[in-house]
């Protein structure tokens, strides 16, 4: 079969168990996306809509690159794969080399993985045997926070604050504990940009440093912007007062930059956008593209040096992946660094701030719209709830947006968007236009 074929909508639907879909729901309506260009994908029935998302997060240079493309094929035609287990292939350390260029000082050491999940519970792993290594082996409890998403593995759930991604699994790992959220003042409803209220609320981490005991913890994970959560923006000088009580007490800090990460912020990285570098973070989705699964963990020097700061011969760090740096995806990466970097995308989203924040505030006023947030490229319209189903609502503005040419995310109650990077001023409007109508059009 050609890959035309590959393409038809399939007649059987049992086979595929879909992640994050409900099943017997989707099957009574599916909806089948067959192509994508640009800043646009097209369905099986011809309907074009564009994307609001950037997939998922993660197509930040725009759908179908051919430099990505030439280069993925290219790769393929001299290596299709080789192993980095006590061996290795030069375009996997070109590619660490170029990449660590673009984040904060002293974050120079990149750990290859294949996905957002992978990278955190890598950074998770790497800060306990960290601990170890300098002889706090008691250091072993992972704070996470309230409405945080950090991937769905084991590592990432415990340390994950949504309450559905949780409960299915029972206790996960034990030794985790969870800050407050800082999403929900009225103060900050409606702000335009980081929200001004709510810093000190970086001060419960110091209320499970006495509870805990601070020789107890390892680590602190957060996204710098809360994504799957529902785009929960950090308060003006959170992220500094986090950064603080890590450093006054041993405690390593873990960005988790998965969604920020590859210019969704305005620059590189969050950490370089707020002015804070955290001991590890973690990558995947933009690096590059979507193309071809890829995440990266990024160390800071202390850490790295100190698992190198031994006698002993053999490997220093009992912990990989298959596919860690694998020489397909790495060539991804690099011609979607390329892009990046060529095309100046990385700094797109500064420069289309206040525009894309002008248009975000278009639905305020309309009925049961109770909070917009904005910052950079992304962005959330959150509406009331239905008092007997509770995102309803949600679900049925984003259906009538995708009938209107715009595909967005609901999370809850909240209409999520995170558009390419290639987004122009026009494109903007008419996507919160039509959220606009598609809101004033249900009840």
């Given at each position: 079969?050609?890959?035309?074929?590959?393409?038809?909508?399939?007649?059987?639907?049992?086979?595929?168990?879909?992640?994050?879909?409900?099943?017997?729901?989707?099957?009574?309506?599916?909806?089948?996306?067959?192509?994508?260009?640009?800043?646009?994908?097209?369905?099986?029935?011809?309907?074009?809509?564009?994307?609001?998302?950037?997939?998922?997060?993660?197509?930040?240079?725009?759908?179908?690159?051919?430099?990505?493309?030439?280069?993925?094929?290219?790769?393929?035609?001299?290596?299709?794969?080789?192993?980095?287990?006590?061996?290795?292939?030069?375009?996997?350390?070109?590619?660490?080399?170029?990449?660590?260029?673009?984040?904060?000082?002293?974050?120079?050491?990149?750990?290859?993985?294949?996905?957002?999940?992978?990278?955190?519970?890598?950074?998770?792993?790497?800060?306990?045997?960290?601990?170890?290594?300098?002889?706090?082996?008691?250091?072993?409890?992972?704070?996470?926070?309230?409405?945080?998403?950090?991937?769905?593995?084991?590592?990432?759930?415990?340390?994950?604050?949504?309450?559905?991604?949780?409960?299915?699994?029972?206790?996960?790992?034990?030794?985790?504990?969870?800050?407050?959220?800082?999403?929900?003042?009225?103060?900050?409803?409606?702000?335009?940009?980081?929200?001004?209220?709510?810093?000190?609320?970086?001060?419960?981490?110091?209320?499970?440093?006495?509870?805990?005991?601070?020789?107890?913890?390892?680590?602190?994970?957060?996204?710098?912007?809360?994504?799957?959560?529902?785009?929960?923006?950090?308060?003006?000088?959170?992220?500094?007062?986090?950064?603080?009580?890590?450093?006054?007490?041993?405690?390593?800090?873990?960005?988790?930059?998965?969604?920020?990460?590859?210019?969704?912020?305005?620059?590189?990285?969050?950490?370089?956008?707020?002015?804070?570098?955290?001991?590890?973070?973690?990558?995947?989705?933009?690096?590059?593209?979507?193309?071809?699964?890829?995440?990266?963990?990024?160390?800071?020097?202390?850490?790295?040096?100190?698992?190198?700061?031994?006698?002993?011969?053999?490997?220093?760090?009992?912990?990989?992946?298959?596919?860690?740096?694998?020489?397909?995806?790495?060539?991804?990466?690099?011609?979607?660094?390329?892009?990046?970097?060529?095309?100046?995308?990385?700094?797109?989203?500064?420069?289309?701030?206040?525009?894309?924040?002008?248009?975000?505030?278009?639905?305020?006023?309309?009925?049961?719209?109770?909070?917009?947030?904005?910052?950079?490229?992304?962005?959330?319209?959150?509406?009331?709830?239905?008092?007997?189903?509770?995102?309803?609502?949600?679900?049925?503005?984003?259906?009538?947006?995708?009938?209107?040419g715009a595909w967005v995310r609901p999370i809850g109650d909240s209409i999520v968007l995170s558009p390419p990077l290639i987004i122009s001023e026009s494109e903007i409007a008419t996507i919160f236009n039509i959220i606009g109508e598609a809101i004033s059009e249900t009840a």
């Open positions: 079969m050609s890959i035309a074929d590959h393409n038809l909508v399939p007649e059987n639907l049992d086979a595929f168990w879909m992640p994050f879909t409900g099943q017997r729901q989707y099957k009574e309506n599916p909806r089948f996306i067959v192509s994508a260009r640009g800043m646009h994908y097209t369905d099986s029935q011809g309907h074009e809509t564009l994307d609001c998302s950037a997939g998922l997060w993660c197509v930040n240079a725009g759908h179908y690159r051919e430099p990505i493309n030439q280069a993925i094929a290219e790769q393929l035609s001299k290596l299709d794969f080789a192993h980095n287990f006590g061996s290795g292939h030069p375009i996997a350390f070109h590619y660490a080399e170029r990449l660590v260029q673009h984040v904060p000082d002293p974050l120079n050491h990149v750990f290859f993985t294949n996905s957002g999940s992978e990278s955190v519970d890598t950074a998770l792993k790497i800060a306990l045997a960290y601990h170890r290594k300098n002889g706090e082996a008691g250091r072993q409890r992972l704070i996470g926070r309230e409405k945080g998403y950090h991937g769905m593995g084991f590592g990432g759930l415990s340390v994950g604050g949504l309450v559905k991604n949780r409960n299915p699994f029972g206790l996960l790992l034990p030794g985790t504990d969870h800050i407050r959220q800082t999403h929900g003042l009225e103060s900050n409803r409606f702000a335009k940009g980081l929200p001004p209220e709510g810093a000190e609320l970086a001060l419960d981490l110091e209320r499970l440093v006495e509870l805990h005991g601070a020789d107890s913890i390892a680590a602190v994970i957060v996204e710098p912007i809360g994504g799957a959560g529902g785009v929960h923006l950090p308060p003006v000088g959170y992220l500094q007062a986090l950064r603080s009580i890590c450093d006054a007490h041993g405690i390593l800090l873990i960005f988790d930059e998965v969604i920020t990460g590859f210019g969704r912020v305005g620059a590189c990285t969050a950490a370089e956008r707020f002015g804070v570098t955290p001991d590890i973070m973690t990558t995947a989705k933009g690096i590059t593209n979507a193309t071809v699964p890829m995440g990266a963990v990024f160390v800071s020097d202390p850490i790295f040096e100190r698992f190198m700061d031994t006698e002993v011969p053999g490997v220093e760090l009992n912990h990989g992946y298959t596919y860690s740096g694998h020489p397909v995806a790495c060539a991804a990466g690099m011609a979607t660094l390329d892009i990046y970097e060529q095309e100046a995308l990385f700094d797109r989203p500064k420069a289309l701030q206040e525009s894309w924040q002008e248009h975000a505030m278009g639905p305020k006023g309309l009925p049961n719209v109770i909070d917009v947030r904005c910052f950079a490229l992304l962005g959330a319209v959150e509406v009331a709830p239905r008092a007997d189903a509770p995102m309803a609502r949600g679900a049925e503005i984003a259906k009538r947006c995708y009938e209107k």
